[in-house]
């Protein structure tokens, strides 16, 4: 991603987590309890009753990715 797509996120992440400040404390929650071969699962219902769900299994390289979220989240 380049920078200029970045700087376009940045303000709707921050009203995203402003919005949601719940999901924060749940990532940053889980980055010290997620371990490999964890399940993190993803369910979405839509306003007309339709579903998706999604989940991993995590691996040695998700768990540096989710540990470095929880330290800037904790910030």
Same mark, same amino acid.
Not at 25 to 45: L, N, Q, R, Y
């Given at each position: 991603?380049? %920078?200029?797509?970045? /700087?376009? =996120?940045?303000?709707?992440?921050?009203?995203?987590?402003? @919005?949601? %400040?719940?999901?924060? /404390?749940? =990532?940053?929650?889980?980055?010290?309890?997620?371990?490999? @071969?964890?399940?993190?699962?993803?369910?979405?219902?839509?306003?007309?009753?339709?579903?998706?769900?999604?989940?991993?299994?995590?691996?040695?390289?998700?768990?540096?990715?989710?540990?470095?979220?929880?330290?800037?989240?904790k910030k």
């Open positions: 991603m380049n %920078p200029f797509e970045m /700087m376009k =996120i940045k303000p709707l992440f921050e009203t995203f987590t402003q @919005d949601h %400040p719940k999901l924060l /404390m749940f =990532i940053a929650a889980m980055g010290g309890a997620v371990d490999k @071969d964890s399940i993190i699962e993803m369910k979405m219902t839509t306003s007309d009753g339709q579903t998706m769900k999604t989940n991993i299994k995590v691996n040695d390289n998700d768990l540096e990715l989710f540990q470095e979220l929880s330290k800037l989240i």
